[in-house]
């Protein structure tokens, strides 16, 4: 049987891509050629921010101090399991050399990027959670240097932020947001190092400079709005569905929440308790959550489990959530998510902020093909090779043959140089 949904999303109008592609456009290139300056006019009219945009040394060091011990715990707490995890990263990929054939040898080296820039959002809520995960990760890969920007609040940025830099290990920080932070990451104003690869989530203008800076530089991904579904067979509770639904419909009007279920009556009591909830949250967290799930949430009916891993599949989503029976059954089956929850007791909340795997996460159904940010995506994974003369004759051969086969006469040229009887009694420099 089809999937019925129970509440369909109606959708949002769609932003004006063209026109955020085209203000990007313009505005980098004022930022190539006024450099600096240019920077600074866009941080005093977008960011409302005159001051010198690098924090010293002692701001990020001091930072912790204006903050409540419990959260200077928390972010330690959080800090320390994101690290755990990435080093494990780390350690799961290793450089290797193997023998092809005799004399033909071939390996693989793992190279830290020389610099790493990361984008901290900031806008309606103060990403701390942002700030660990990419800091963190670039060190744990071995990054060489870790500048950072995040955009300034009326009074600076928030100090939250500013110490989770400071402790995952940000050399150098910006309180500079939007195009214009991206921007001073990626050309390397200030005197900032030139990042080799700029990372972190931003909204669409941050999303769509990453995206025109790509190529000379590399990116982690073009992230769009974030998305979460959530499968619940009859042993899951409502009211958890509910508000994991919820907690994620607060990113905004233009995050969609799923939930798919093979059981009406679950279905049912989500569908009366979503609006409660919301209603309970203050503002503006509030409208942020009502519009995603009036907009953007959908609640669909399965007859199986299978049904309800298909349309999974078929989603891709950022976070995928699974509140049913026989777990492992579900991690062998999933294949397209940006990262999965196992069981209720597992809430996409302690991902997004303490668990330990990264959040920064393929949206809009780019899980189908790639994963989120890892210690992977600052390495650099090339390879080398060595012929000795007794792999010559048949390796020299074969590549020659390719190479006439393909129209290539100055590579197969290349290769019969290195036949051993073009070669024989030869001296030095003949």
């Not at 990007?24 to 450099?35: D, E, K, P, S």
């Not at 309606?124 to 800091?135: D, E, F, N, Q």
């Not at 003369?389 to 006439?404: K, N, Q």
Request: aromatic share 4%.
């Amino acid at each position: 049987m089809p999937i019925t949904h129970l509440k369909a999303a109606p959708g949002l109008p769609p932003q004006n891509a063209a026109d955020i592609s085209d203000t990007v456009q313009v505005m980098l290139a004022a930022l190539r050629t006024g450099g600096e300056e240019a920077a600074l006019d866009y941080a005093r009219r977008l960011d409302g921010h005159d001051a010198a945009p690098e924090l010293s040394p002692a701001a990020l060091a001091g930072a912790h101090r204006l903050l409540p011990v419990t959260l200077v715990e928390d972010i330690a707490y959080a800090h320390a399991n994101i690290r755990a995890f990435a080093e494990a990263q780390r350690a799961s990929v290793q450089e290797f050399e193997v023998e092809l054939r005799p004399g033909l040898r071939a390996g693989q080296r793992l190279l830290p990027l020389g610099c790493a820039g990361v984008y901290v959002p900031g806008g309606r809520y103060a990403h701390i959670a942002s700030a660990l995960m990419t800091v963190t990760t670039a060190r744990a890969a071995g990054v060489g240097t870790v500048t950072a920007c995040t955009p300034p609040g009326p009074d600076g940025p928030h100090p939250a932020i500013l110490h989770a830099l400071h402790l995952a290990g940000a050399d150098r920080v910006l309180a500079m947001g939007g195009v214009q932070g991206i921007a001073a990451l990626a050309l390397g104003l200030f005197d900032l190092p030139g990042a080799d690869l700029v990372a972190g989530p931003g909204n669409a203008f941050v999303a769509e400079a990453k995206r025109q800076l790509f190529g000379p530089i590399g990116i982690d991904m073009v992230a769009g709005p974030t998305d979460s579904m959530i499968l619940a067979d009859a042993t899951a509770r409502a009211e958890r569905v509910a508000l994991d639904l919820v907690s994620q419909a607060e990113h905004g009007g233009t995050s969609p929440v799923w939930l798919v279920t093979t059981h009406a009556p679950l279905a049912d009591a989500v569908l009366a308790m979503v609006p409660r909830i919301i209603a309970s949250l203050p503002e503006p967290n509030r409208s942020a959550a009502h519009e995603a799930w009036a907009a953007l949430g959908e609640v669909m009916l399965a007859d199986t489990r299978e049904e309800m891993a298909a349309q999974a599949d078929l989603y891709a989503p950022e976070h995928l959530h699974v509140q049913a029976a026989d777990l492992c059954w579900w991690r062998q089956r999933l294949s397209a998510y940006g990262s999965l929850f196992l069981g209720a007791d597992t809430t996409v909340a302690f991902g997004d902020k303490a668990a330990g795997p990264n959040h920064v996460l393929p949206t809009g159904r780019a899980a189908r093909y790639t994963g989120g940010l890892s210690v992977h995506k600052f390495l650099k994974c090339v390879t080398w090779q060595s012929a000795a003369p007794e792999a010559l004759a048949d390796l020299a051969r074969a590549s020659a043959g390719i190479s006439r086969a393909e129209g290539m006469e100055g590579h197969a040229r290349a290769c019969d140089a290195r036949l051993p009887d073009r070669n024989a009694g030869r001296c030095c420099g003949s």
